[in-house]
Protein backbone atom coordinates (compact mmCIF):
# COMPACT_ATOMS: atom_id res chain seq x y z
CA UNK A 1 0.00 0.00 0.00
CA UNK A 2 0.98 3.64 -0.07
CA UNK A 3 3.57 5.39 2.40
CA UNK A 4 3.48 8.07 4.53
CA UNK A 5 3.44 11.12 1.92
CA UNK A 6 4.09 15.01 2.06
CA UNK A 7 3.57 17.66 0.26
CA UNK A 8 5.89 19.87 -0.74
CA UNK A 9 8.58 18.03 -1.31
CA UNK A 10 10.91 21.70 -1.53
CA UNK A 11 9.58 24.94 -0.73
CA UNK A 12 11.57 28.23 -0.57
CA UNK A 13 10.11 31.12 0.99
CA UNK A 14 11.36 34.26 2.43
CA UNK A 15 12.16 35.58 5.86
CA UNK A 16 9.13 36.09 8.06
CA UNK A 17 6.45 34.59 5.73
CA UNK A 18 4.14 31.93 7.25
CA UNK A 19 4.40 27.93 5.61
CA UNK A 20 2.43 25.19 5.56
CA UNK A 21 3.43 21.58 5.55
CA UNK A 22 1.56 18.84 4.51
CA UNK A 23 1.82 14.62 6.07
CA UNK A 24 -0.14 12.31 4.87
CA UNK A 25 0.11 9.38 7.06
CA UNK A 26 -0.52 5.64 6.60
CA UNK A 27 -3.91 4.60 5.95
CA UNK A 28 -5.16 3.12 9.36
CA UNK A 29 -2.19 4.19 11.20
CA UNK A 30 -3.60 6.76 14.90
CA UNK A 31 0.03 7.72 15.67
CA UNK A 32 1.81 10.81 13.63
CA UNK A 33 4.93 12.78 14.29
CA UNK A 34 6.67 15.61 12.96
CA UNK A 35 10.80 15.54 13.24
CA UNK A 36 13.21 18.18 11.64
CA UNK A 37 16.47 17.26 10.26
CA UNK A 38 18.93 19.92 10.10
CA UNK A 39 21.81 19.60 7.02
CA UNK A 40 24.33 17.28 8.74
CA UNK A 41 22.42 16.45 12.03
CA UNK A 42 20.37 14.18 13.70
CA UNK A 43 16.55 14.58 13.68
CA UNK A 44 14.66 16.32 16.42
CA UNK A 45 11.35 15.90 17.67
CA UNK A 46 8.73 18.10 17.04
CA UNK A 47 5.25 16.97 17.97
CA UNK A 48 3.28 13.81 18.06
CA UNK A 49 -0.58 12.89 17.51
CA UNK A 50 -1.78 9.67 19.12
CA UNK A 51 -5.47 9.17 18.24
CA UNK A 52 -7.95 11.74 19.85
CA UNK A 53 -5.61 12.53 22.60
CA UNK A 54 -3.94 16.16 22.90
CA UNK A 55 -1.03 16.35 21.12
CA UNK A 56 2.77 16.11 22.58
CA UNK A 57 4.16 19.71 21.85
CA UNK A 58 7.25 19.44 23.86
CA UNK A 59 9.56 19.12 20.91
CA UNK A 60 8.08 22.10 19.38
CA UNK A 61 11.32 24.70 19.28
CA UNK A 62 9.13 28.36 19.70
CA UNK A 63 5.28 29.62 19.56
CA UNK A 64 5.51 30.29 15.67
CA UNK A 65 5.29 26.46 15.00
CA UNK A 66 2.21 24.49 15.25
CA UNK A 67 0.53 21.44 13.80
CA UNK A 68 -3.08 20.36 13.57
CA UNK A 69 -4.24 16.51 12.04
CA UNK A 70 -7.54 16.60 11.48
CA UNK A 71 -10.31 13.88 10.98
CA UNK A 72 -7.64 11.51 12.89
CA UNK A 73 -5.18 11.54 9.20
CA UNK A 74 -3.83 14.50 7.43
CA UNK A 75 -1.40 16.57 9.51
CA UNK A 76 -0.66 20.41 8.88
CA UNK A 77 2.70 21.86 9.93
CA UNK A 78 2.63 25.50 10.09
CA UNK A 79 5.58 27.83 10.91
CA UNK A 80 4.63 31.46 11.39
CA UNK A 81 7.14 34.16 10.37
CA UNK A 82 9.83 31.56 9.44
CA UNK A 83 13.44 32.70 10.09
CA UNK A 84 16.94 31.38 8.78
CA UNK A 85 17.13 29.21 11.44
CA UNK A 86 13.98 27.51 10.65
CA UNK A 87 15.85 25.96 7.33
CA UNK A 88 15.99 22.24 7.47
CA UNK A 89 14.41 18.79 6.19
CA UNK A 90 10.75 18.26 7.99
CA UNK A 91 9.97 15.13 8.60
CA UNK A 92 6.40 12.93 9.04
CA UNK A 93 6.11 9.74 10.08
CA UNK A 94 3.31 7.69 11.23
CA UNK A 95 3.17 4.06 13.46
CA UNK A 96 0.03 1.98 14.02
CA UNK A 97 -0.21 3.20 17.73
CA UNK A 98 2.46 4.85 20.00
CA UNK A 99 4.12 2.23 21.66
CA UNK A 100 7.70 2.37 20.70
CA UNK A 101 8.30 -1.21 19.79
CA UNK A 102 6.10 -0.06 16.60
CA UNK A 103 7.55 1.02 13.75
CA UNK A 104 7.78 4.49 12.84
CA UNK A 105 7.52 4.90 8.95
CA UNK A 106 8.80 8.17 7.23
CA UNK A 107 7.64 10.46 4.53
CA UNK A 108 10.42 11.61 2.17
CA UNK A 109 10.32 14.87 3.88
CA UNK A 110 10.16 18.68 2.53
CA UNK A 111 13.21 20.41 2.03
CA UNK A 112 12.53 23.82 3.56
CA UNK A 113 14.48 26.63 2.71
CA UNK A 114 14.27 30.45 4.27
CA UNK A 115 16.25 32.86 2.60
CA UNK B 1 15.60 8.79 28.03
CA UNK B 2 18.84 6.73 27.49
CA UNK B 3 21.37 9.23 25.28
CA UNK B 4 22.97 7.07 22.78
CA UNK B 5 26.74 7.28 21.76
CA UNK B 6 28.14 5.30 18.73
CA UNK B 7 30.59 6.18 16.41
CA UNK B 8 30.89 9.55 13.75
CA UNK B 9 31.91 7.09 10.75
CA UNK B 10 32.90 4.00 9.92
CA UNK B 11 34.32 2.85 6.45
CA UNK B 12 34.23 -0.82 5.05
CA UNK B 13 34.27 -2.65 1.57
CA UNK B 14 31.95 -4.75 -0.03
CA UNK B 15 31.22 -8.36 1.38
CA UNK B 16 32.39 -7.98 4.08
CA UNK B 17 30.53 -7.92 7.65
CA UNK B 18 30.23 -4.34 9.26
CA UNK B 19 29.49 -4.32 12.94
CA UNK B 20 28.38 -1.07 14.77
CA UNK B 21 27.91 -0.58 18.16
CA UNK B 22 25.97 1.57 20.47
CA UNK B 23 26.56 2.46 23.93
CA UNK B 24 23.67 3.35 26.05
CA UNK B 25 24.72 3.18 29.92
CA UNK B 26 21.49 4.77 31.37
CA UNK B 27 18.78 2.38 29.68
CA UNK B 28 15.96 1.82 31.30
CA UNK B 29 14.34 -1.52 32.13
CA UNK B 30 11.13 -0.96 29.97
CA UNK B 31 13.36 0.75 26.92
CA UNK B 32 13.99 -1.05 23.29
CA UNK B 33 16.64 -0.54 21.24
CA UNK B 34 16.09 0.27 18.03
CA UNK B 35 18.25 0.87 14.69
CA UNK B 36 17.42 3.14 11.74
CA UNK B 37 18.74 3.53 8.40
CA UNK B 38 18.89 6.65 6.27
CA UNK B 39 19.88 7.26 2.94
CA UNK B 40 20.70 10.94 1.62
CA UNK B 41 17.41 12.94 0.53
CA UNK B 42 15.37 9.79 2.26
CA UNK B 43 13.32 9.55 5.74
CA UNK B 44 14.63 7.17 8.13
CA UNK B 45 14.22 3.51 7.49
CA UNK B 46 13.17 0.96 10.55
CA UNK B 47 15.92 -2.13 10.28
CA UNK B 48 15.28 -3.93 13.74
CA UNK B 49 14.63 -3.97 17.05
CA UNK B 50 15.48 -5.67 20.23
CA UNK B 51 15.02 -5.84 23.80
CA UNK B 52 17.64 -8.31 24.76
CA UNK B 53 19.64 -11.39 23.46
CA UNK B 54 19.83 -11.71 19.85
CA UNK B 55 17.27 -10.35 17.09
CA UNK B 56 17.76 -11.38 13.29
CA UNK B 57 16.11 -10.51 9.95
CA UNK B 58 16.69 -10.23 6.73
CA UNK B 59 18.72 -7.24 6.72
CA UNK B 60 20.85 -7.49 10.03
CA UNK B 61 21.43 -8.76 13.77
CA UNK B 62 21.51 -7.11 16.60
CA UNK B 63 23.21 -8.04 19.69
CA UNK B 64 22.44 -7.15 22.68
CA UNK B 65 24.78 -8.35 25.93
CA UNK B 66 22.49 -9.33 29.45
CA UNK B 67 23.56 -6.10 31.19
CA UNK B 68 22.41 -4.09 28.19
CA UNK B 69 24.42 -1.20 28.22
CA UNK B 70 25.52 -2.02 24.17
CA UNK B 71 24.27 -3.06 21.54
CA UNK B 72 25.40 -3.99 18.74
CA UNK B 73 24.29 -3.37 14.61
CA UNK B 74 25.61 -6.52 12.12
CA UNK B 75 25.56 -6.00 8.90
CA UNK B 76 26.21 -8.60 6.59
CA UNK B 77 28.16 -8.80 3.59
CA UNK B 78 27.82 -5.29 2.76
CA UNK B 79 27.12 -3.85 -0.57
CA UNK B 80 27.42 -0.43 -1.88
CA UNK B 81 23.62 0.04 -1.51
CA UNK B 82 24.46 -0.60 2.33
CA UNK B 83 26.13 3.27 2.30
CA UNK B 84 24.56 5.24 4.89
CA UNK B 85 23.67 6.38 8.44
CA UNK B 86 22.73 4.34 10.27
CA UNK B 87 20.84 5.54 14.30
CA UNK B 88 20.66 3.49 17.26
CA UNK B 89 18.14 4.63 19.38
CA UNK B 90 16.76 4.08 22.82
CA UNK B 91 13.50 4.41 24.12
CA UNK B 92 10.37 3.44 26.58
CA UNK B 93 8.17 0.92 25.68
CA UNK B 94 4.46 1.16 27.12
CA UNK B 95 0.97 2.17 25.73
CA UNK B 96 0.64 6.28 26.75
CA UNK B 97 4.40 6.85 26.94
CA UNK B 98 4.50 8.34 23.41
CA UNK B 99 6.74 6.22 20.94
CA UNK B 100 8.69 9.43 19.88
CA UNK B 101 12.00 8.83 19.06
CA UNK B 102 15.32 10.65 19.86
CA UNK B 103 17.79 10.31 17.53
CA UNK B 104 21.80 10.79 17.83
CA UNK B 105 24.12 11.71 15.22
CA UNK B 106 24.36 8.44 13.53
CA UNK B 107 27.03 6.47 12.30
CA UNK B 108 27.99 7.08 8.89
CA UNK B 109 28.94 4.17 7.29
CA UNK B 110 31.11 4.40 3.65
CA UNK B 111 30.73 1.19 1.88
CA UNK B 112 33.54 0.99 -1.57
CA UNK B 113 34.32 -1.14 -4.11
Known amino acids: GAGVSQSPSNKVTEKGKDVELRCDPI?????LYWYRQSLGQGLEFLIY????????KSGLPSDRFSAERTGGSVSTLTIQRTQQEDSAVYLC?????????????FGPGTRLTVL | LAKTTQPISMDSYEGQEVNITCSHN???????ITWYQQFPSQGPRFIIQ???TKVTNEVASLFIPADRKSSTLSLPRVSLSDTAVYYC??????????????FGQGTELSVKP
Open chain 1, 93 to 105: ASSVDSQSTDTQY
Open chain 1, 27 to 31: SGHTA
Open chain 1, 49 to 56: FQGNSAPD
Open chain 2, 26 to 32: NIATNDY
Open chain 2, 50 to 52: GYK
Open chain 2, 89 to 102: LVGPAGHNQGGKLI
